[in-house]
C-alpha cells in the first residue's frame, strides 16, 4: 500500500530503533529521565525558547498550552480551518471553559490582521463581552494545503497581539517543514510566538511526542497542565530517544517536499483531476476529482482497491501527504494507480 494519508503513518528508522533501544531512562514525572531532558533542552534550542517539554500527542501540546494562556472565561481567536479548531474535539472549551472565535482562513493560510483585530471589543470594559486572551496561528497550514505563513505576516500579528496585551501560541505541528521552505532557522519563525507546539511524530517520523516550547515560567505551568490532563509519563525516555534522532537532521523533509511537487505536477496532467502545483510549498498535495464517474468516497475506493491510501480533508478534497516512508518511485506509482482508476471507461 502506498500510503499518503498523512505523515503520521511514518515508522521509525533504524536509528531511531537503535536510539530507542539503548536510551538511558528514569522517572520523566520526577524530572530524571536524562533523555528527555535532551529533547526538551535541544528542542528549546532549535526554537529560540528557554524551556520545552515533552507532550504524547499535539492535541495534548495545544490544549495545555491554551489552558496556561487563557483564562476561564476569555475567548481564542482561531482559524477556521485550523486544527485546533476542527481536530481537537474543543478541548479548549471543555477542559478550560475558553470560548472560540473562528476567524476565516484566507487561500494562503493567513487570518487578515483587520479580521483578527475584529475579534478585540470597541469597549472592553464591556462586562457583556468574553475578552481575547490569545490568539493561535498554525504554520504550516494543513486544511490551506500545508502552506508557509510569511515571516513579515507573522511579525504583524505578534505585533497586534502585544499591542491588545494577549499571546500568542504557534500550532506548527509542522514547523520544520515551514522552516525549510523557507531556508531559515525554525527559530526565526517562532520569536513571532508566545509559545510553540511541534509534532516529533509527523515529518520529522519519530513514532510518539509533541513538543511545547515557551518561556521558563510557562513551561513551569504547561507540566501542570499536562499532569492533569493525565499527560506525565514515566520512563519516557524511550519516546524522546526517537525525537532527538528526528531532530538530528529536519533538512531531509526538503525530500518530502520534493516528491509532492512532483506528485501535483503528475496530477495536474490528469483528465478528471484539478489541482495546482504552483500551490505545493511543502509536503501536501490537495486535489479534487472533477471526474463525472466518480465522487470522492468512489475514487478513494477504488484508489485503495489498487493499493493507493488516500482521505478527504474537508470541502470534497483529497489530500496526499508526502513523508519518509515515500519516495519518487512510490510517487510515480501513485500517479498510474490514479491514471488507471480514472482511464476505466474510456478506452485507455
Given at each position: 500500500m502506498i500510503e499518503l494519508r498523512s505523515d503520521?503513518?511514518?515508522?521509525?528508522?533504524?536509528?531511531?530503533?537503535?536510539?530507542?533501544?539503548?536510551?538511558?531512562?528514569?522517572?520523566?514525572?520526577?524530572?530524571?529521565?536524562?533523555?528527555?531532558?535532551?529533547?526538551?533542552?535541544?528542542?528549546?534550542?532549535?526554537?529560540?525558547?528557554?524551556?520545552?517539554?515533552?507532550?504524547?500527542s499535539g492535541t495534548m501540546a495545544n490544549l495545555a498550552s491554551i489552558l496556561v494562556h487563557a483564562p476561564r472565561g476569555s475567548k481564542m481567536l482561531v482559524g477556521a480551518e485550523s486544527d485546533i479548531y476542527i481536530y481537537e474535539a474543543g478541548g479548549a472549551a471543555v477542559c478550560g471553559g475558553v470560548m472560540y472565535e473562528a476567524v476565516p482562513n484566507q487561500p494562503d493560510g493567513r487570518l487578515l490582521v483587520s479580521d483578527l483585530a475584529?475579534?478585540?471589543?470597541?469597549?472592553?470594559?464591556?462586562?457583556?463581552?468574553?475578552?481575547?486572551?490569545?490568539?493561535t496561528l498554525e504554520n504550516t497550514q494543513n486544511r490551506c494545503g500545508g502552506v508557509v505563513l510569511p515571516q513579515e505576516y507573522m511579525k504583524e500579528v505578534w505585533e497586534l497581539a502585544h499591542e491588545r496585551d494577549v499571546a500568542v501560541h504557534l500550532d506548527g505541528a509542522r514547523l520544520f517543514n515551514a522552516a525549510v521552505a523557507l531556508g531559515i532557522p525554525a527559530s526565526e519563525i517562532a520569536q513571532y510566538a508566545d509559545s510553540v507546539q511541534f509534532c516529533l511524530s509527523k515529518?520529522?517520523?519519530?513514532?510518539?511526542?509533541?513538543?511545547?516550547?515557551?518561556s521558563q515560567d510557562f513551561i513551569t505551568e504547561v507540566r501542570r497542565a499536562r499532569k492533569m490532563l493525565g499527560g506525565g509519563m514515566r520512563q519516557a525516555g524511550i519516546i524522546a530517544a526517537a525525537g532527538l534522532v528526528a531532530l538530528d537532521d529536519p533538512g531531509r523533509l526538503q525530500e518530502d517536499h520534493d516528491n509532492a511537487l512532483r506528485l501535483a505536477l503528475g496530477l495536474a496532467e490528469i483528465e478528471g483531476i484539478e489541482t495546482?502545483?504552483?500551490?505545493?510549498?511543502?509536503?501536501?498535495?490537495?486535489?479534487?476529482?472533477?471526474?463525472?464517474?466518480?465522487?470522492?468516497?468512489?475514487?478513494?475506493?477504488?484508489?485503495?482497491?489498487?493499493?493507493?491510501?488516500?482521505?478527504?480533508?474537508?470541502?470534497?478534497?483529497?489530500?496526499?501527504?508526502?513523508?519518509?516512508?515515500?519516495?519518487?518511485?512510490?510517487?510515480?506509482?501513485?500517479?498510474?494507480?490514479?491514471?488507471?482508476?480514472?482511464?476505466?471507461?474510456?478506452?485507455?
Amino acid at each position: 500500500m502506498i500510503e499518503l494519508r498523512s505523515d503520521t503513518f511514518t515508522l521509525p528508522t533504524p536509528a531511531m530503533m537503535r536510539a530507542m533501544n539503548d536510551a538511558p531512562l528514569g522517572d520523566d514525572v520526577y524530572g530524571e529521565d536524562p533523555t528527555v531532558r535532551r529533547l526538551e533542552e535541544r528542542s528549546a534550542e532549535l526554537t529560540g525558547k528557554q524551556a520545552a517539554c515533552l507532550m504524547p500527542s499535539g492535541t495534548m501540546a495545544n490544549l495545555a498550552s491554551i489552558l496556561v494562556h487563557a483564562p476561564r472565561g476569555s475567548k481564542m481567536l482561531v482559524g477556521a480551518e485550523s486544527d485546533i479548531y476542527i481536530y481537537e474535539a474543543g478541548g479548549a472549551a471543555v477542559c478550560g471553559g475558553v470560548m472560540y472565535e473562528a476567524v476565516p482562513n484566507q487561500p494562503d493560510g493567513r487570518l487578515l490582521v483587520s479580521d483578527l483585530a475584529a475579534g478585540f471589543p470597541d469597549d472592553a470594559e464591556d462586562e457583556q463581552f468574553a475578552l481575547p486572551s490569545l490568539i493561535t496561528l498554525e504554520n504550516t497550514q494543513n486544511r490551506c494545503g500545508g502552506v508557509v505563513l510569511p515571516q513579515e505576516y507573522m511579525k504583524e500579528v505578534w505585533e497586534l497581539a502585544h499591542e491588545r496585551d494577549v499571546a500568542v501560541h504557534l500550532d506548527g505541528a509542522r514547523l520544520f517543514n515551514a522552516a525549510v521552505a523557507l531556508g531559515i532557522p525554525a527559530s526565526e519563525i517562532a520569536q513571532y510566538a508566545d509559545s510553540v507546539q511541534f509534532c516529533l511524530s509527523k515529518g520529522l517520523g519519530a513514532p510518539i511526542g509533541s513538543m511545547v516550547t515557551g518561556s521558563q515560567d510557562f513551561i513551569t505551568e504547561v507540566r501542570r497542565a499536562r499532569k492533569m490532563l493525565g499527560g506525565g509519563m514515566r520512563q519516557a525516555g524511550i519516546i524522546a530517544a526517537a525525537g532527538l534522532v528526528a531532530l538530528d537532521d529536519p533538512g531531509r523533509l526538503q525530500e518530502d517536499h520534493d516528491n509532492a511537487l512532483r506528485l501535483a505536477l503528475g496530477l495536474a496532467e490528469i483528465e478528471g483531476i484539478e489541482t495546482d502545483p504552483a500551490a505545493v510549498r511543502t509536503n501536501i498535495v490537495m486535489f479534487k476529482v472533477t471526474d463525472p464517474r466518480h465522487t470522492w468516497q468512489t475514487f478513494v475506493e477504488a484508489a485503495g482497491y489498487l493499493g493507493l491510501s488516500l482521505a478527504e480533508l474537508g470541502h470534497g478534497r483529497l489530500r496526499a501527504v508526502t513523508h519518509n516512508g515515500i519516495g519518487t518511485a512510490d510517487v510515480d506509482a501513485a500517479l498510474s494507480i490514479v491514471r488507471k482508476v480514472l482511464g476505466e471507461g474510456r478506452g485507455n
